[in-house]
């Protein structure tokens, strides 16, 4: 069995970024402040690579935090050699970077294949043209489009990232984000909720009360119709919240250290409820690694199921995939 997937994760904190976006303090996301050198990006694969079940033909390097190809273009070599040299070593399988969609054309992406990047993320966060101009976004939803299309054409592995709870979007506004995300049919997708950081024109809409975050549970439930959308799309979703936050960064919203496992856990509830149609006993069967999401934080969804009339027991079946559930009906 191999290796699940890894990224040595490189931070370059606002370098590249032409505007500031409302909700974007990069530094306090990421707990970095200074730009990585080359010698730092080496320093973080040795690191990595001491790890007892590091893989390399798992492991990415990942440029993550700015508009990578949107940098100093001698700065943005210099990195991109350290880590290809890396790459052609077999020390790691391949470079991802993550960049705006206007900040993509053919000279840019012929480069980046030449420098053995293999995967390629843009922000998007919402294909709405009025959200992206209300939050300073600085590029439109044909951008991602285009950017998309090309980053396809050269070969890449596409990675979407989307926001819900941005200022003046709505849950619905997010759905139908998600429906063209999943007409542009990228490889992987990102969903983060939008989070209020010091220091940014969010902090100020909402201490003028302009703005509303979403609530946790608002955002968790969002994203797990979400979550189900491009599941049924086949389309991988490979992050939900953010990694981290300073922790006197935070002003307001749906931030939680274990998002993606309660949108995750209510993924599940939606899904048994949707199998449970006969009030009685049942024993819910999911992937071995799967239990602690069906059954819930402090056992909520065998609660929630008891008290619409399903008394459940959750067990582990082997061959069923991640998020697949079976539900049998026990004999009174």
């Known amino acids: 069995m191999s290796s699940p997937h890894a990224n040595i994760s490189i931070f370059v904190p606002h370098i590249g970024c032409p505007n500031r976006c409302s909700f974007c303090n990069q530094g306090y996301i990421t707990g970095t402040h200074k730009a990585p050198s080359p010698s730092d990006v080496a320093d973080a694969v040795i690191n990595a690579r001491s790890a007892k079940n590091y893989d390399p033909k798992n492991t990415e390097i990942a440029f993550f935090g700015g508009s990578f190809t949107a940098i100093n273009r001698n700065y943005m070599l210099e990195l991109l050699k350290t880590a290809s040299w890396f790459v052609e070593n077999e020390i790691v399988k391949g470079i991802r970077i993550s960049t705006r969609p206007d900040a993509i054309d053919d000279e840019t992406l012929k480069l980046l294949k030449s420098y053995n990047v293999t995967a390629i993320e843009l922000g998007a966060q919402s294909m709405r043209d009025r959200v992206l ?146 009030k009685g006993k049942y024993i819910i069967y999911v992937s071995p690694k799967c239990i602690s999401q069906m059954v819930g934080q402090k056992r909520t969804n065998i609660i929630s199921l008891k008290n619409d009339g399903f008394i459940c027991s959750v067990k582990p079946q082997e061959d069923l995939k991640e998020n697949e559930i079976r539900v049998v009906r026990q004999e009174e």
């Open 133 to 278: 101009k209300m939050n300073n976004r600085g590029h439109t939803s044909e951008d991602v489009v285009r950017a998309s299309a090309l980053i396809k054409k050269y070969g890449f592995s596409l990675g979407l990232q989307m926001m819900t709870g941005l200022y003046k979007d709505s849950d619905t506004a997010a759905i139908s984000t998600a429906k063209q995300i999943i007409k542009i049919a990228p490889n992987t997708v990102r969903i983060y909720p939008t989070i209020v950081l010091k220091d940014t024109y969010l902090a100020a809409l909402y201490s003028d009360n302009r703005y509303e975050p979403q609530t946790l549970e608002g955002a968790v439930n969002l994203a797990a119709e979400l979550l189900l959308m491009f599941e049924k799309a086949n389309i991988k979703v490979i992050r939900l919240g953010l990694h981290s936050i300073e922790e006197d960064s935070f002003v307001a919203g749906p931030w939680h250290p274990a998002f993606s496992e309660l949108c995750k856990s209510a993924l599940f509830l939606k899904k048994a409820k949707e199998l449970l149609k006969q």
